[in-house]
């Protein structure tokens, strides 16, 4: 079956860039999708096809693909951009999710 | 504003069969070029997709679960359904409902609005 790989957790310094990879094969021949979600709560999507941000995501979200990697993104992170960030992918119909990734802003 | 809100029993004994329902509202489940799905959460754990129903009635799923897993629409009720029969333990979770945007061409489409969720425990 068909995986995703994203590294377990990320920790980054409020006002830097933090990136969450994610990798799999032929990655890079499909969209990738990234959800973040913080605790107790819904998963929100945060980029849609590589690097498209639904209304009221700010800016400082982006994504991008290279090869058979894409990356989640955030540019001067705040406290608030701690949480939980899942990629996505789809392959044959199913909906792929990666492991998550624990972002920690300290 | 659309909002989507999962409904069903919080307790199922393992070996039965667990059923949810999302109800719709703010937009409707007939629309064309949307789909509506389900996805759950097992404790401390990531997302598993289960399947999804698109408005044409077409149904895909996850092929782990496929065997024991129905998803269905109810246009009248603007609502959708899970049913996954024979559970365990295992599939005590979150199960959570979305709706996606089918976009034209393969690996397009993308979930846009997510329940909140509800916990489903199987326990006897």
């Known amino acids: 079956s068909y995986e995703v790989t994203q590294p377990p957790s990320v920790s980054v310094s409020p006002g830097q860039t933090a990136s969450i990879t994610c990798s799999g094969d032929?990655?890079?021949?499909?969209?990738a999708f990234w959800f973040q979600q913080k605790t107790g709560q819904s998963p929100l999507l945060v980029i849609y096809?590589?690097?498209k941000r639904p209304s009221g995501i700010p800016e400082r979200f982006s994504g991008s693909s290279s090869g058979n990697t894409a990356t989640l993104t955030i540019s001067g992170t705040q406290a608030m951009d701690e949480a939980d960030y899942y990629c996505?992918?789809?392959?044959?119909?199913?909906?792929?999710f990666g492991g998550g990734t624990k972002l920690t802003v300290l | 504003q659309l909002q989507l809100q999962e409904s069903g029993p919080g307790l199922v004994k393992p070996s039965e069969t667990l059923s949810l329902t999302c109800t719709v509202s703010?937009?409707?489940?007939?629309?064309?070029?949307?789909?509506w799905g389900w996805t759950r959460q097992s404790p401390g754990k990531g997302l598993e997709w289960i399947g999804s129903?698109?408005?044409?009635?077409?149904?895909n799923y996850n092929p782990s679960l496929k065997s024991r897993v129905t998803i269905s629409v109810d246009t009248s009720k603007n609502q959708f359904s899970l049913k996954l029969t024979s559970v365990t333990a295992s599939e005590t979770a979150v199960y959570y409902c979305?709706?996606?945007?089918?976009?034209?061409?393969?690996?397009?489409?993308?979930?846009?609005?997510w329940g909140q969720g509800t916990l489903v425990t199987v326990s006897s």
């Open positions: 979305a709706r996606g945007i089918a976009v034209p061409g393969p690996n397009n489409d993308y979930l846009d609005y």
């Open positions: 703010g937009g409707s489940v007939s629309r064309s070029g949307y789909f």
């Open positions: 129903v698109y408005y044409t009635g077409t149904t």
């Open positions: 032929e990655l890079g021949d499909k969209y």
């Open positions: 096809q590589h690097n």
């Open positions: 996505q992918a789809w392959d044959s119909g199913s909906a792929v």
